[in-house]
């Protein structure tokens, strides 16, 4: 019987091509990892590059301000810009206007799914049982969503229940059958899909609500979407296959309850990341290693960023080469979308990673590092990024301790009584106009 390989070589280059052109994303993708010669056809036509992204930029969410801050690198070579400013959304005065979660080039918010690339958007229905809760109640039930353009054009809501009531302390958690609040874009409506747990559970709700109490707001909603399956961190980690309802629960490299640590889980170059940061600047990286179903941490990189911060240079009126959008201070200054967008344009430095920026006017020295915290990974390269005291941005490369200054984070006159970076998302674009149910 022929090979793939074979039957390659005896088609016609044009009528091999006419074909691979009529293929819906997931068959390009399946046609991909046929054969050497369908992959390297498939790259050589770029069949898919509507579906691959680079980093634009990170959305954040910080305390006190209505709306998510969009932190990004201006575009290259008149690539299309993208905003942070929904305002082609239709919002009521009870609607949420900060992200709660991101997926390959879409935004989830509580009442609506957005496409910020093609400013596609689509509203989400309420929970059968939701009526009168409202965004207030995101700490309690977060939202994650699942989209994978290459493989279907619909993508999935998961709501995760969190533990029950005190009464129930002696429950072993998470259970199994683990029933979440899944919406499908395929159906357009919610369900109750029962989940099989793999392996042990991690204790009991009495035990987990013992490590939730006194670190509690320390804990973020940091997830990885990686081969099919979404990673949750809480106080352990959750890997949910929502194709064939499975998860399975395993420990961190590191107890989530530690004081003064800043933790992240996230997707990079090589798989599914975590990271921990604590107040004394040391910086460690893991990567999750799955091979023959065994789970194991190994660790990537260690380091003490303390003496590289606290001896930093940085001049204080360097803008960077990324932008800080000031979505909240625009919407509330009435600056119109075209202002702003003649704004980013004249403001439009080139970011290369490769590059470090070189600074030499009107420099100043941190004393020390203090109230430094991670943003997130690089969807596709050994980088994770900081914010230095809720002021600089930087980049960190894991392969050579390099760190770059990408410029000022903080809003256009922020002022908060607990000014803090609430949640952060690395935000990469999906170009593909249509979005199931948009309006």
Not at 146 to 154: L, N
Not at 295 to 323: A, C, K, T
Request: aromatic share 12%.
């Amino acid at each position: 019987m022929a090979t793939p390989a074979d039957l390659t070589q005896q088609l016609p280059e044009d009528l091999l091509i006419a074909v691979l052109h009529r293929l819906p994303p997931h068959g390009l993708a399946a046609a991909r990892c046929a054969c050497k010669a369908w992959h390297a056809l498939v790259d050589a036509l770029g069949l898919l590059d509507p579906f691959r992204s680079l980093l634009a930029g990170f959305f954040i969410n910080y305390r006190d301000l209505d709306f998510s801050e969009f932190f990004f690198r201006p575009p290259r070579d008149g690539a299309a810009a993208v905003s942070g400013k929904m305002h082609y959304v239709s919002l009521t005065e009870h609607d949420d206007t900060t992200v709660l979660h991101h997926c390959n080039g879409l935004l989830l918010f509580w009442y609506y799914v957005v496409n910020p690339a093609t400013r596609c958007w689509a509203p989400l229905p309420p929970l059968p049982s939701e009526m009168g809760v409202g965004p207030s109640d995101i700490n309690v039930d977060p939202r994650y969503i699942v989209f994978d353009p290459p493989v279907s054009p619909h993508y999935e809501v998961l709501i995760i229940p969190p533990p029950p009531r005190h009464e129930m302390q002696q429950l072993e958690w998470p259970p199994s059958p683990f029933v979440m609040h899944v919406f499908s874009s395929a159906t357009g409506s919610w369900e109750d899909r029962s989940f099989a747990r793999q392996g042990a559970a991690i204790g009991t709700v009495g035990y987990l609500r013992e490590l939730m109490k006194p670190h509690f707001s320390m804990i973020r909603d940091y997830s990885a979407y990686w081969h099919g399956q979404l990673y949750v961190l809480d106080q352990f980690v959750m890997r949910i296959s929502l194709s064939n309802c499975t998860y399975q629960a395993f420990q961190p490299p590191v107890h989530v309850g530690t004081r003064d640590q800043g933790l992240c889980l996230g997707k990079s170059e090589n798989g599914v990341y975590f990271a921990s940061f604590d107040h004394r600047c040391r910086l460690r990286v893991w990567i999750l290693n799955e091979l023959l179903g065994e789970i194991e941490w190994v660790l990537r990189h260690d380091n003490n960023l303390d003496d590289m911060l606290s001896r930093r240079m940085y001049d204080q009126e360097f803008r960077g080469p990324w932008i800080m959008e000031d979505v909240n201070y625009n919407f509330y200054h009435s600056t119109s979308l075209t202002d702003m967008e003649e704004a980013q344009e004249k403001d439009a430095f080139e970011w290369n990673s490769d590059n470090e920026n070189t600074l030499d006017s009107k420099l100043r020295v941190r004393n020390h590092c203090n109230g430094s915290e991670i943003l997130g990974f690089h969807p596709y390269k050994e980088i994770i990024f900081l914010n230095e005291s809720e002021d600089r941005g930087l980049a960190y490369h894991l392969n050579n301790s390099k760190i770059e200054d990408l410029g000022s984070i903080y809003p256009k006159h922020y002022v908060s009584m607990f000014s803090s970076i609430e949640q952060s998302f690395p935000y990469t674009p999906c170009w593909i106009e249509n979005l199931p149910g948009s309006i």
